[in-house]
């Protein structure tokens, strides 16, 4: 048999990676699926996480589950080799090779040693062998599956041949091999790398035989069956916290991010897939179709205190003395409203009140004007609170409803009642504070008469609001109301004001708000925003002499300071 120097038919050993990974953790690399890498090391403190070397001589982590080995032959290996090479002379400016702080003068001669090594493999003289009688090369396609081919290999002349032709003819072999077993004809080279690969094999070959929760590398037409995890079934996991532990959405989103951190410490690097694909999900903004909104509970019970609320609103006796004993069932139907509105995804909540044009914000707003019960009242008015918070269209409705009138009414009608002025006025100021024109019905009930009633609290607020808070609710009331008028000699609260001779406390309040830089009515973030309310009103008293005159000298120059202090500018 004729002696030739063929393509070395010797493989070397390197790592594949199964998946994209994202480096969540210092000293990681970060990768695509099907990137290769070298074995640095599997000895280090962490046994889920192996050392490496990607293709721009980058060392850092990868975990061990991420990777499978591969075996590939002399030349794939040399080219990778020579492209690490490369881009380590191409960043010879820079202080490090990579965020280990490996020393670059040390990974060179490491590199150099290897293609040395490589090359002399490479040069080898083997018995001329026909490609055909070796047997058939297997690769693993893009879902995973083995196939095989046949080698192309040529003959090569041992007249002719030289290194480079024969790096050409093994590259066009099939240059990466499933394992099948360990190889134990590579002692030099292994040698020249610390005996790492050899090492790697060992425990590697261990390891796949002794955990059954790792497929071997090698099944014969048959593909990996991994579990799915999409971003629906991590919204379903929040959900779950939120509704075993009374949560809010948010607060349930990072109770679950907290918890799977925390098991990328204790559990194996099997379950690192899906730990990160879970730890990716939930850390962005996870949005829902309808159907999957409609399936989740906090839908379903908010359908059903709107079914009984409105079955409240329609009864026939609702007003007689029989469906007092029905106050506790209702207040509690109310108390999970609130609680669901105000912990549950946003968009759970604005699905459900917004199917059927809105109607059951227009059921809740009868039912509240038919409730003669103040503690039924009470929960109804921090439902509206709540409500308003989810769409510019709901506070539009209850602007335009009979709310309006019936909360102006309800605060006459119960001067030295702190409780229900304080709730009445707070909602009022939330339905004007977009700023849209109340219909001129409402005027009945908004006119000048109540602006009045409204200047005279802050002024001289009853005796029973023993924390102060009637006059700081209802100037926020004004300057919200203000907001409705965009000509002077329609605004009615430039007509209230005006048939006074003082208001020494609101006049303090303005300013003192006006110091602070708020704008303490732009309580949503509905779009569009409604002009600086504060800047409105100030504008406004001064555009009327008579109104003008209600500030003092010396609230004009504190006015002028703060003006000049905080350089405001109309």
């Given amino acids: 048999m004729s002696k030739k120097k063929v393509p070395a038919t010797s493989t070397l050993d390197m790592l594949r990676s ?4 994202k480096p969540t953790y210092a000293k990681t690399l970060g990768f695509k699926e099907n990137d290769y890498f070298i074995l640095h090391s599997i000895l280090t403190k962490h046994k889920n996480w192996w050392e490496v070397m990607n293709d721009k001589g980058e060392i850092g982590y990868v975990p061990s589950n991420y990777v499978e080995k591969i075996v590939v032959t002399p030349a794939f290996y040399l080219q990778f080799v020579d492209k690490c090479l490369d881009c380590i002379k191409r960043n010879e400016m820079a202080t490090d090779v990579s965020s280990n ?6 990974v060179l001669d490491k590199l150099n040693e290897m293609k040395v090594n490589v090359e002399h493999m490479l040069e080898v003289t083997y018995p001329c062998i026909a490609s055909d009688d070796g047997p058939p090369l297997l690769y693993k396609n893009s879902e995973g599956q083995l ?6 290999t040529s003959k090569c002349s041992s007249n002719s041949s030289s290194l480079s032709e024969c790096r050409k003819c093994d590259i066009f072999e099939d240059p990466i091999k499933p394992v099948h077993k360990m190889s134990n004809g ?6 020249s790398m610390d005996s790492i ?3 790697y094999a060992q425990e590697e070959f261990h390891n796949r035989r002794s955990d059954s929760g790792i497929h071997s590398i090698i099944q014969s037409n048959s593909s990996k069956v991994l579990p799915v995890i999409t971003h629906h079934s991590v919204y379903e996991l929040i959900e779950n916290v939120r509704i075993n532990t009374q949560l809010s959405h948010e607060m349930s989103r990072i109770a679950l991010v907290t918890v799977v951190q925390g098991l990328h410490e204790l559990l194996p690097a099997s379950v690192f897939p899906y730990l990160s694909t879970i730890l990716s999900y939930s850390q962005e903004s996870l949005k829902i179709d309808d159907v999957q909104i409609e399936q989740t509970h906090d839908a379903s019970r908010l359908k059903i205190i709107f079914n009984e609320l409105t079955s409240c609103k329609e009864d026939s006796q609702q007003r007689s003395w029989m469906l007092h004993e029905d106050e506790s069932v209702i207040k509690e139907y109310l108390r999970e409203l609130i609680q669901i509105l105000t912990n549950a995804d946003a968009s759970i909540s604005k699905h459900v009140v917004s199917s059927q044009q809105y109607h059951v914000i227009t059921t809740l707003i009868q039912y509240y004007q038919m409730e003669t019960r103040w503690s039924i009242r009470q929960l109804l008015l921090q439902a509206f609170g709540v409500l308003c918070s989810f769409d510019k269209t709901i506070v539009s409705i209850m602007l335009n409803s009979i ?9 006459m009608a119960s001067p030295r009642n702190v409780a229900k002025l304080n709730y009445s006025s707070l909602l009022l100021t939330m339905i004007m504070s977009m700023g849209e024109p109340v219909p001129i019905t409402h005027y009945e009930y908004l006119g000048v008469p109540f602006v009045t009633f409204v200047l005279d609290n802050i ?3 009853p005796d029973t609001d023993a924390d102060d808070q009637i006059p700081e609710l209802f100037t926020n009331l004004i300057i919200a109301y203000n907001l409705q008028f965009q000509i002077c000699n329609e605004n009615i609260i430039l007509k209230a004001l005006s048939e006074r001779s003082m208001a020494k406390a609101l006049i303090e309040r303005l300013l003192l708000l006006l110091n602070r830089e708020e704008d303490p009515v732009r309580i949503f973030d509905h779009e569009p925003k409604p002009p600086h309310s504060l800047l409105k009103l100030f504008l406004d008293i001064f555009s ?13 120059l504190v006015l002028i300071d703060i003006i000049k202090l905080k350089q405001i500018i109309p």
Avoid at 544 to 555: E, G, I, K, P, Q
């Fill in 18 to 21: 199964l998946y994209d990974f």
């Fill in 101 to 106: 702080d490996v020393d670059k003068k040390v």
């Fill in 147 to 152: 196939e095989t081919i046949k080698s192309t």
């Fill in 186 to 191: 590579k002692d030099n080279l292994k040698k």
């Fill in 197 to 199: 690969h050899e090492t």
């Fill in 403 to 411: 709310l309006p009138g019936e909360l102006a009414r309800d605060m």
């Fill in 459 to 461: 002024e001289c607020p």
């Fill in 544 to 556: 009327n002499r008579v109104t003008a005159n209600l500030f003092y000298t010396n609230d004009i």
